[in-house]
């Protein structure tokens, strides 16, 4: 197969070009900055379209011609979640492209509405849009959190130092609201590549769907002994709350602040959705694929800054 990867030079981008090409496809990048990607990186595409922005049409076009399959690999940013991603799959529709995975890698919003979480109302505007409009059945992956945002890498998904945030480095503290007992499914971004490269390659992905899939599924608490097992340094559990007055804070947060920089409060809402279960899995997909998930006791090895 040659797979398209647009925002191939983001975190997940990037990861899609060694687990597609490990499994022998040729993978196809677009994006606007070509340094970002290192030389093996850049080496290992079939070629790299630049375009000057979301909305460089005849660069999309340029893109998808020719390609089995397009994975939108877009950064948060609504604008490229809603009007980059319709963008593209109409290019991919001009191209006759069957397979679409849609930037998604992240909680269960289709059990949210509109307006429930502002982080995820383009995917959710998204799939109803093409649901009416377009042939192309997308591809969704749900990932639960991503280890990397849950440990509060800068740089990964919605994290900065202005962000409530449930990792605390420097002081080795977990900030939990409620009992810290609600379990928290967790991917890595290396196995969201992994998930999402076999996924692309089943006899049936041109159907499209939903696919819920972690590397594992553990409560803060249990996170917290795992870290000091594998570290020996103890944790602080800093209880901040209950479940009800988190709601409430977050509401405030959102009332009395800028939906502009809705990023600024909307780690409480993922902490509120992770928190009170809404974002649970009813079921798992990863029995279907044959990926080995990475342990956090794996992945607190890869990182060591943790």
């Given at each position: 197969m040659l797979v398209l990867i647009a925002g191939v030079t983001g975190n997940i981008g990037h990861k899609l070009v060694q687990s597609l090409t490990e499994r022998g496809h040729l993978v196809r990048g677009l994006g606007r900055?070509?340094?970002?990607?290192?030389?093996?990186?850049?080496?290992?595409?079939?070629?790299?379209?630049?375009?000057?922005?979301?909305?460089?049409?005849?660069?999309?076009?340029?893109?998808?011609?020719?390609?089995?399959?397009?994975?939108?690999?877009?950064?948060?940013?609504?604008?490229?979640?809603?009007?980059?991603?319709?963008?593209?799959?109409?290019?991919?529709?001009?191209?006759?492209?069957?397979?679409?995975?849609?930037?998604?890698?992240?909680?269960?919003?289709s059990k949210l509405g509109l307006g429930k979480h502002e982080a995820y109302d383009a995917y959710v505007s998204f799939r109803h849009h093409v649901e009416m409009t377009s042939p192309i059945r997308p591809i969704y992956m749900y990932i639960g959190i991503f280890a990397e945002t849950m440990f509060s890498m800068f740089g990964h998904g919605h994290v900065g130092p202005d962000m409530p945030l449930v990792w605390d480095s420097d002081t080795k503290t977990i900030n939990i609201w409620g009992t810290g007992h609600t379990t928290w499914f967790w991917t890595t971004e290396m196995d969201a590549a992994e998930f999402t490269a076999e996924v692309i390659q089943r006899d049936d992905a041109a159907q499209g769907g939903f696919w819920n899939l972690c590397s594992g599924a553990h409560s803060l608490r249990e996170i917290a002994q795992i870290y000091e097992r594998e570290r020996g340094i103890r944790v602080k559990l800093n209880i901040q709350g209950s479940i009800d007055e988190l709601e409430a804070k977050a509401l405030n947060a959102r009332k009395n602040g800028d939906k502009r920089n809705y990023h600024l409060y909307t780690g409480l809402f993922y902490q509120l959705y992770a928190s009170n279960g809404d974002l649970n899995f009813r079921k798992l997909d990863n029995d279907r694929l044959q990926v080995s998930g990475t342990s956090i006791e794996e992945f607190l090895r890869q990182h060591p800054q943790i």
């Open positions: 900055s070509p340094q970002k990607l290192c030389p093996e990186t850049l080496a290992a595409l079939e070629r790299l379209e630049t375009c000057s922005g979301y909305d460089d049409i005849p660069a999309l076009d340029r893109a998808c011609a020719g390609v089995d399959a397009v994975v939108c690999a877009y950064n948060m940013d609504p604008r490229l979640q809603l009007d980059g991603q319709l963008l593209l799959l109409r290019a991919a529709e001009r191209a006759g492209v069957n397979i679409y995975v849609a930037a998604s890698w992240n909680g269960d919003w």
